[in-house]
């Protein structure tokens, strides 16, 4: 569908402006908690939210590119996604130090950029883009659970590593196979309202 500049809806400006900047607003607001109130009040909420951050970046993108594209861009996207968070967290955990890398920090580093790549291609693989919501499912808890698995066990080659033992088990891999989970729902909404890619939206 062709639209000329002069067409314009109030729902354009509702969804394409206002939504987006309540949007970023929110998150920049839970971003201030642990500065207005203190890390330790709110430790559980900002473990939350990372979690949440972590399982939207490196798992729900490309699980959801992989589910309603094709296993290229679900791989693509993992892999450029899961570099991005990768290096983020290797700032943020101070595996640079003294502008030198610290190899001890390589396996996890790896391990983001890898099972997000998995994940995503994986899922395009298996789905080959069927509208079933069973398939979809079945390629996102599978896709998941191993990209999961891979990242766990190369935490256990960090010699850094902190996340160990069946609550770093848990928290590493059934929170993507949650994700695995909650993500077909989302591409079948997608499917449904003709946002996939190759669809065309209902008039």
């Given at each position: 569908?062709?639209?000329?500049?002069?067409?314009?809806?109030?729902?354009?400006?509702?969804y394409g402006i206002i939504i987006p900047v309540l949007v970023v607003l929110v998150i920049v607001g839970f971003s201030r908690l642990s500065s207005l109130f203190g890390?330790?009040?709110?430790?559980?909420?900002?473990?939350?939210?990372?979690?949440?951050?972590?399982?939207?970046?490196?798992?729900?993108?490309p699980l959801l590119l992989g589910l309603v594209w094709n296993r290229w861009a679900g791989g693509a996207s993992g892999f450029?996604?899961?570099?991005?968070?990768?290096?983020?967290?290797?700032?943020?955990?101070?595996?640079?130090?003294?502008?030198?890398?610290?190899?001890g920090f390589g396996p996890t580093v790896l391990g983001y950029v890898l099972s997000a790549m998995l994940i995503g291609y994986m899922a395009g693989a298996l789905n080959k883009r069927s509208e079933n919501f069973k398939r979809m499912l079945i390629a996102g808890?599978?896709?998941?659970?191993?990209?999961?698995?891979?990242?766990?066990?190369?935490?256990?080659?960090?010699?850094?590593?902190?996340?160990?033992?069946?609550?770093?088990?848990?928290?590493?891999?059934?929170?993507r196979t949650a994700s695995g989970a909650i993500i077909p729902v989302i591409a079948k909404v997608f499917m449904w309202y003709g946002m996939a890619i190759g669809k065309k939206p209902n008039s």
């Amino acid at each position: 569908m062709d639209l000329s500049w002069k067409e314009w809806k109030l729902t354009d400006l509702f969804y394409g402006i206002i939504i987006p900047v309540l949007v970023v607003l929110v998150i920049v607001g839970f971003s201030r908690l642990s500065s207005l109130f203190g890390m330790e009040s709110f430790g559980v909420v900002i473990g939350i939210i990372s979690e949440i951050e972590e399982m939207v970046i490196v798992v729900g993108v490309p699980l959801l590119l992989g589910l309603v594209w094709n296993r290229w861009a679900g791989g693509a996207s993992g892999f450029l996604l899961g570099s991005i968070y990768a290096i983020w967290w290797a700032v943020k955990y101070g595996a640079f130090s003294g502008g030198r890398f610290l190899t001890g920090f390589g396996p996890t580093v790896l391990g983001y950029v890898l099972s997000a790549m998995l994940i995503g291609y994986m899922a395009g693989a298996l789905n080959k883009r069927s509208e079933n919501f069973k398939r979809m499912l079945i390629a996102g808890v599978v896709s998941t659970t191993i990209g999961g698995l891979l990242l766990f066990w190369l935490f256990q080659l960090s010699p850094s590593n902190v996340i160990t033992g069946v609550d770093g088990f848990l928290l590493t891999v059934l929170t993507r196979t949650a994700s695995g989970a909650i993500i077909p729902v989302i591409a079948k909404v997608f499917m449904w309202y003709g946002m996939a890619i190759g669809k065309k939206p209902n008039s």
